[in-house]
């Protein structure tokens, strides 16, 4: 698998020679066509995640939500990115929103673009270097590279805005819960594993294996969950088959602690999203990943569920 993603890369280059080769580069789509239309969410950080671009401010009798009160450096970095559209026209700005010490930005490439994508970053970039220097502040500003999801499925775009506008808050919970958004590195089942959240979960008197065959029928798999959920227990489960899915599901929304293991691991900024954030501060949250983490879209192959399906008896069985 990997050699066959390096190859990618390599193809990928090749047909590149104009962008330059970083380290940043494993984190694009292998043959995606960056010049041609397509929605972004953009995300970069400044460097040292020194806190630049604003304050975390809030919440207050006037501000029922955290906000950031974006630096005079920040106000001209924002600027710099609803800018970018004079330079290259064929690029709409959909949603920014500037954290203390990163962005996350949705640009809609409305028609073919002149240069690949990376140019554009690169290019805004350079702007923001110029304002840092005008206000006497060091640069580069940024780290290398840039992070870029791109839009694929129905309702993808709304769940982005939803993100960006939620990210204050985010910040503001996770500041007030760092135990339980601290990555750790544990071993367990012999095997060291990437976790976050709710360390205490594996000590629970009653943790119960959630496993579904694909042949279960839906009343089958509501029954199970009934006779799951009514035993106060934790569930763990890689919540792979439909039926698995949802009795996790069930389990959150009921506010029943899960630990849930997962085929990515863990970077620096990693956290988790959806309803997953919100029971993952109430403490009701383990992930765990057995693998490393990955910016790219790799698929659930059958040895990586065998994997999974094993760490989760494990923890199930108390074999840690």
């Known amino acids: 698998m990997d050699d066959k993603r390096n190859e990618g890369r390599k193809q990928w280059a090749q047909s590149h020679p104009d962008v330059p080769a970083t380290p940043s580069m494993k984190r694009r789509m ?3 066509d960056y010049q041609g239309r397509a929605v972004y969410l953009i995300t970069m950080s400044v460097a040292g995640r020194t806190p630049r671009l604003g304050t975390l401010c809030g919440p207050d009798e006037r ?3 955290p906000w950031v009160n974006l630096s005079p450096l920040g106000e001209r970095i924002k600027a710099e ?3 970018i559209p004079r330079y290259y026209p064929q690029i709409r700005m959909l949603a920014l929103t500037l954290m203390p010490d990163h962005l996350h930005g949705i640009l809609f490439v409305t028609q073919p673009l002149p240069v690949h994508l990376g140019k554009v970053i690169n290019g805004f970039k350079t702007g923001c270097n110029r304002v840092a220097r005008e ?10 590279g840039y992070t870029d999801g791109v839009l694929r499925g129905k309702g993808q775009l709304d769940r982005w805005i939803a993100y960006l506008d939620d990210n204050p ?6 500041r007030h819960h760092q135990e339980l958004f601290a990555i750790q590195h544990p071993t367990i089942a012999g095997s060291t594993v990437s976790t976050l959240g709710n360390q205490r979960l594996l000590q629970q008197p009653s943790i119960l294996q959630v496993y579904c065959s694909r042949r279960m029928s839906d009343e089958e798999i509501a029954r199970e969950g009934d006779r799951l ?4 227990a934790v569930l763990v489960s890689p919540a792979i088959s439909p039926g698995e899915k949802a009795i996790m599901n069930r389990a959150l929304e009921a506010g029943v602690p899960v630990i849930l293991i997962i085929n990515n691991g863990f970077d620096a900024m990693s956290k988790p999203g959806g309803k997953l954030f919100d029971a993952c501060a109430a403490g009701k949250v383990l992930l765990i990943s057995p693998f490393d983490h990955h910016n790219d879209y790799q698929p659930l192959t059958a040895e990586c569920c065998r994997q999974m399906n094993a760490l989760a008896r494990a923890i199930a069985t108390r074999h840690l």
């Open 81 to 83: 990115w609803q800018g």
């Open 30 to 32: 292998v043959q995606h």
């Open 63 to 65: 501000h029922p939500l």
């Open 229 to 232: 959920l009514a035993q106060h």
């Open 135 to 144: 206000l006497g502040l060091p640069v580069p500003l940024w780290e290398q």
């Open 169 to 174: 808050r985010r910040l503001w919970v996770k």
